[in-house]
């Protein structure tokens, strides 16, 4: 990572992003062509991943240099990460950029918003913090960092009414492009999957730690199912060749998942939509899960240390979107020391076979999928060429 500074004539009057993870990437990726269309064509740069360099983006610096998560955990790579944003404060003010939007990545982007507003360059977050979760300090942060937030849930309106944070509804980018209905049918025929025997995709995280936390749960709870009912097709989608290395190591450690098990870069959605039941970690896995309609179990494991900190922040009882959206306990969530095989297997066997709550899940996640739906890539990139015209 070197500190060289580009001439800023190229990168002038466009917009400069962060995304700071894998989800960051897709949901970004998903609302660029619409912003660079609405920008007249200026540079849209940063620090982005594979899907936003191919819709156009130019990347300074890979998602992957971000990946870290927890409190505990960041603290090792603190230097690293204050250099880095140090570096890129210094490198956006060169550039002229008219806007900065922060995509998710609240801990690291928000501090940079602040940095760059104060420098007069209007800033645009894109997927507000959790604060309804947990971590409501937050709030004062954002007020002093953000000139606009783009909400992606409709109950966040409610949650920032009155808080002096200019806000605006844009929809769920995901709802726009997962199908109202599954083609199961067409996915596992596609991936290759033709013999009628039941699908289970396990995602256990994008970043290696989250790989580590969670496998010997996933992929042991797989193992007891498959004894006691018989042989399936595991799919995991792999983040990047590196998760799937780790992904690979890992399920070798269970012999009868390693001779089912099919792990593919990039193939998140069709693993998903191949499905009969999903086992994934916390995070907008979980939500994707729900708006394909597929019966889902949640599991997440992280140091005690980081997980005991973040529990005593919580202010709601459950952690996976679908629950939280939906207000009710929909999703059986295994968290920390409840995230064990033999417990999620059961679950995850449920889920596999109770044909009455798949149905009666169908229905309610179709009705929260209406609920997200909006003109996602409009709302962003107007909000975003609106805020670059009102560069101080």
């Given amino acids: 990572m070197g500190t060289h500074h580009p001439t800023p004539t190229p990168e002038r009057d466009g917009a400069v992003w962060l995304a700071g993870e894998a989800s960051g990437d897709f949901i ?5 062509p619409e912003t660079i269309r609405r920008m007249d064509g200026a540079p849209q740069y940063g620090v982005g991943g594979d899907k936003m360099r191919a819709a156009g983006f130019h990347a300074w610096h890979d998602i992957r240099e971000l990946s870290v998560r927890g409190y505990v955990e960041v603290l090792a790579h603190l230097p690293r990460l204050l250099r880095l944003r140090t570096e890129l404060v210094e490198r956006f003010v060169a550039s002229d950029a008219r806007v900065f939007v922060g995509v998710d990545a609240p801990d690291f982007n928000l501090g940079i918003e602040a940095r760059l507003r104060r420098k007069g360059i209007p800033t645009v977050h894109f997927v507000s913090p959790s604060i309804w979760a947990w971590r409501p300090e937050r709030i004062q942060k954002i007020r002093e960092a953000v000139d606009r937030m783009l909400l992606v849930f409709p109950f966040e309106e409610t949650v920032y009414k009155n808080s002096g944070v200019r806000t605006t509804y844009v929809g769920h980018p995901l709802a726009g492009i997962i ?9 596992r025929k596609a991936l290759g999957i033709d013999d009628g025997l039941p699908v289970v995709t396990v995602m ?3 970043r290696p730690d989250e790989i580590d936390g969670c496998s010997d749960a996933f992929f042991g709870a797989v193992e007891k199912i498959m004894h006691r009912v ?13 998760a799937r290395a780790k992904i690979i190591f890992n399920s070798g450690l269970f012999p009868r998942v390693a001779s089912r098990i099919k792990i593919v870069v990039g193939e998140s959605h069709r693993m998903i939509e191949a499905a009969d039941a ?10 994707e899960c729900a708006l394909f309609k597929k019966p ?23 952690v996976s979107l679908p629950n939280i959206l939906l207000g009710d306990n929909v999703v059986p969530e295994f968290l920390q020391y409840f995230c ?7 679950a995850l066997e449920d889920a596999l076979t109770n044909d009455v709550k798949r149905r009666e899940l169908e229905e309610r996640f179709t009705k929260m999928h209406e609920s997200l739906l909006a003109d996602t890539p409009s709302l962003v990139a107007e909000a975003i060429s609106d805020a670059a015209k009102r560069r101080r």
């Avoid at 199908?179 to 996915?187: E, L, R, S, W």
């Avoid at 097709?233 to 792999?238: D, G, K, N, T």
């Avoid at 889902?296 to 459950?318: E, F």
């Avoid at 064990?340 to 059961?346: C, F, L, Q, R, T």
Wanted: proline share 7%; glycine share 8%.
């Fill in 278 to 287: 999903v086992l994934c970690a916390s995070g907008t896995a979980a939500l």
């Fill in 28 to 32: 970004a990726s998903l609302v660029l």
């Fill in 230 to 242: 018989g042989d399936m097709h595991v799919l995991v989608p792999a983040a990047n060749d590196q």
């Fill in 204 to 206: 256990p995280g994008s």
């Fill in 340 to 346: 064990e095989a033999d417990w999620i297997s059961y």
């Fill in 296 to 318: 889902l179990v949640v599991g997440y494991k992280m140091p005690a240390l980081t997980g005991m900190i973040m529990q005593k922040k919580a202010l709601i009882r459950h």
């Fill in 179 to 187: 199908p109202m209905k599954p083609d199961t049918a067409g996915a």
